[in-house]
């Protein structure tokens, strides 16, 4: 029944844009103001679209399984919570979620643009609504969400037990809100090269949209990462793996993007890369979407695939790449500016320095992520490409990108000079000296190590006193570059400072070496909603005699039949313990892996630190208004 | 002969394309250098050569063949063509077991042994890295 309601309540949003489509035209050139009409059907989209994703939630909640993505998915005995984030965690449902927030998206936009140009409104209405079609025909033609099976099963496949956990339900939606809020920039970039209108008035009506999906998009692939750091039960927090390398590669771009509208909202300059990099944006989410669910990528977590799919977002890809660029290069007149006088001292030559990093930095991740494609499809050699290639090509160029970082924002708009500037080399000198100071005694690589620091220290100690110097001038920017050299130090040090130990132990064996002493004590065993919990139980002697008990945890799933393993983790501010316990079929050892992670907490607070810093500047513009 | 704005323009230019080439050159020098090729058990055979470099391998861990030590585990991949033993020491993912597919990294001591330094996770009991797969069809 609730099946039956979503399903006809979505055929009814996707009427709802030809509707759309049908009045705007109309109304383009008609009159003044922006016809009621609309707004009133963008609404009902909305609505539409609502009231078939609760359809689903539905159908998950009371187990209807005679809905096939519920059958695929879900199970009787899950928990209510994962029934209800279950309907997002799959492809279909994921799907009609993207949808949801698009025409979500799109009905804020109306209601928050009252101010601007009816005809922009109406363009930007225009382009969404052809994302929004397209999703539509995706969504209806090649993963309804309300297909029926008859007969109907009693059962459910049950959802992967990996994906049963609080961080990975709410991780899909904040990071599509993210990716979605692209596509908002890229319908009223297209709007505004369409009409002439980039210019300051667009930046800073843009802006906010650009810091809102920025921080959605940086606070889900935070939430991603803290997911596969404890759930994944590999002890570190990013693997370079093709699934997150297309999430931090629109990050990239709209991290740049949002630093480059600030210039044209300031300046009047760099009206052409805004563009380029909306448009980039846009086409990477979409790219993101396509390579998770296509199945074409080789990786750790290709959860869904399906190749007819995975052609259909191809397809719509390229003919939103080919619209864009169509309107690109025969609508936008870059007018004669009389040549732009651009300083090289001053804060936007900084500021496109930085640019250009961030954009060797994506080149670099989109190369290592597809490389491998091309190849197979060319020579069908199978190969991979691993963190080595990223380390190697992204880590030296962090360097100067820091040390940036830091100069720019001492600097001026327009024309800057370096006097009275004695202070950063100052700075940097401590930074040296208090790197050298750490690095020496540690049988590290010296020179690399070194450099990175005192790089990262010079902007983590610039930031700090700018916070005194400028109380709250520019605070948001200041808090988000403190966020990051902050991030940095901590990866540094956890990096250096980490400790791990692997070995297979039967119950009651003890591990010694020379810094730990690890006992099994024994295991015990629990029966759970849906799976069996087998809980061991170690005690961690280290070598200034304070002691530990670790409990990590396997969990056997009724179904679907998967074992996954719960690291126990044990943090505080300075340093996390990180134990994971895994079992290999028919075999009395276990294998134990035990590690010391400094610093781990610090990296997630830097990450919301940076989101924090987002957050103000949408506050502060309110706030000014 | 060209005024100093066409000659600034000129240096600009110049010094993007530049650094452009400088770091596509970058890129695909390090990509030559750290990338890991796949291989299954039967293409290990006919190799004609061994050398140092990293790779992975891939196909079925063979049945009754896990020997676990405090320190090691040892087992044999199978393509049900061709055989290769290895031995590693590390994390053991919960989805190894005997007659399910398995992907290792490593280095390559002969062509009838293999020394693991990472076994891959797989999330899904039924999830087989396409590798495996079309290993397994090709025979």
């Given amino acids: ?625 | 002969m060209y005024g100093r704005k066409v000659k600034l323009r000129f240096f600009f230019v110049f010094l993007i394309l530049t650094i452009l080439s400088l770091s596509i050159f970058l890129i695909l020098k390090s990509l030559e250098e750290n990338v890991v090729y796949f291989k299954s058990p039967t293409e290990i055979k006919i190799l004609s050569e061994i050398n140092n470099n990293k790779i992975r391998i891939g196909g079925m861990v063979k049945e009754n063949s896990i020997l676990i030590e405090e320190k090691k585990l040892k087992f044999v991949v199978t393509d049900f063509k061709n055989e290769i033993n290895v031995v590693y020491s590390g994390v053991i993912p919960n989805l190894f077991a005997e007659g399910k597919g398995v992907v290792a990294e490593g280095f390559l001591k002969d062509r009838s042994f293999f020394s693991a330094t990472k076994i891959l996770a797989k999330h899904d009991e039924n999830y087989m890295p396409p590798e495996v797969k079309k290993a397994l069809e090709e025979k």
């Fill in chain 1, 1 to 625: 029944m609730a099946s039956l309601v979503g399903y006809y309540s979505l055929l009814s949003g996707f009427f709802c844009s030809f509707l759309i489509i049908y009045f705007s035209i109309i109304n383009f050139n008609d009159t003044k103001i922006l016809d009621k009409r609309i707004l009133s059907f963008t609404f009902f989209q909305f609505f539409f679209v609502v009231i078939s994703f609760f359809g689903l939630i539905i159908s998950f909640v009371v187990s209807d399984f005679s809905n096939e993505t519920v059958f695929n998915h879900s199970h009787t005995t899950k928990p209510l919570f994962y029934k209800i984030s279950g309907t997002w965690g799959n492809h279909e449902g994921s799907l009609l979620l993207w949808l949801l927030v698009l025409t979500l998206f799109i009905y804020l936009f109306l209601l928050k643009s009252v101010e601007q140009k009816k005809s922009y409104r109406i363009l930007t209405l225009l382009f969404q609504e052809i994302i929004i079609i397209g999703f539509f025909v995706f969504l209806i033609k090649t993963s309804n969400p309300f297909n029926y099976i008859t007969p109907i099963p009693k059962e459910g496949l049950g959802l992967n037990p990996i994906l049963q956990d609080p961080a990975l339900a709410i991780h899909p939606p904040v990071l599509y809100l993210g990716y979605v809020g692209s596509s908002i920039i890229f319908s009223s970039a297209l709007a505004g090269v369409t009409l002439n209108y980039i210019s300051k008035d667009w930046a800073k009506h843009i802006k906010n949209w650009v810091f809102i999906s920025w921080i959605f998009l940086t606070l889900g692939i935070l939430l991603g990462s803290i997911w596969a750091y404890y759930e994944l039960g590999w002890g570190g927090f990013w693997f370079w793996d093709p699934v997150e390398n297309v999430s931090l590669m629109p990050w990239l771009s709209l991290t740049t993007l949002l630093h480059c509208i600030l210039v044209l909202e300031k300046r009047n300059i760099l009206n052409s890369w805004a563009i380029i990099l909306s448009i980039t944006t846009f086409a990477l989410s979409m790219c993101g979407t396509f390579l998770v669910r296509s199945g074409i990528l080789n990786s750790v977590h290709t959860f869904a695939n399906d190749p007819e799919r995975g052609l259909f977002i191809l397809i719509f890809l390229f003919i939103l790449i080919f619209l864009s660029f169509f309107v690109f290069f025969f609508f936008h007149k870059n007018e004669n500016k009389t040549l732009i006088n651009l300083n090289w001292v001053s804060k936007e030559t900084a500021i496109l320095i930085n640019n250009w990093f961030m954009m060797y930095f994506l080149i670099v991740v989109l190369i290592g992520t597809v490389y491998p494609i091309f190849l197979e499809v060319i020579t069908s050699e199978k190969i991979s490409v691993g963190p080595p290639f990223f380390h190697k090509l992204i880590i030296p160029f962090l360097i100067p990108f820091l040390i940036f970082m830091a100069i720019g924002p001492q600097l001026k708009w327009i024309k800057s000079n370096l006097k009275n500037k004695l202070y950063l080399i100052l700075f940097l000198i401590i930074s040296f000296i208090l790197t050298v100071l750490i690095v020496k005694n540690l049988s590290i690589n010296f020179f690399t190590n070194t450099i990175l620091l005192t790089a990262a220290f010079f902007l983590f100690f610039i930031t700090i006193r700018d916070f005194f110097k400028k109380k709250f001038n520019n605070l948001s920017q200041n808090i988000a570059h403190f966020g990051f050299s902050l991030l940095i130090l901590s990866i540094l040090f956890n990096n250096i400072f980490s400790n791990e130990i692997i070995t297979n132990l039967k119950i009651g064996e003890t591990f010694v070496s020379d810094k730990f002493k690890i006992s099994f004590k024994d295991i015990n065993q629990k029966d759970e909603q849906n799976y069996k919990a087998i809980i061991g139980k170690f005690e961690v002697i280290d070598s200034k005699g304070s002691n530990l008990i670790m409990s990590p945890e396997l969990r056997i799933y009724n179904q679907p039949n998967i074992v996954t393993s719960e690291a126990d983790i044990k943090t505080n501010l300075l340093t996390d313990k990180f134990m994971t316990m895994n079992f290999v079929q028919n075999q009395e050892y276990f294998n134990i892996r035990y590690q010391i992670k400094p610093f781990m907490v610090w990296i997630w607070i830097s990450v919301i630190l940076i989101c924090f810093g987002g957050l103000i500047s949408l506050f502060k513009k309110k706030y000014e208004n």
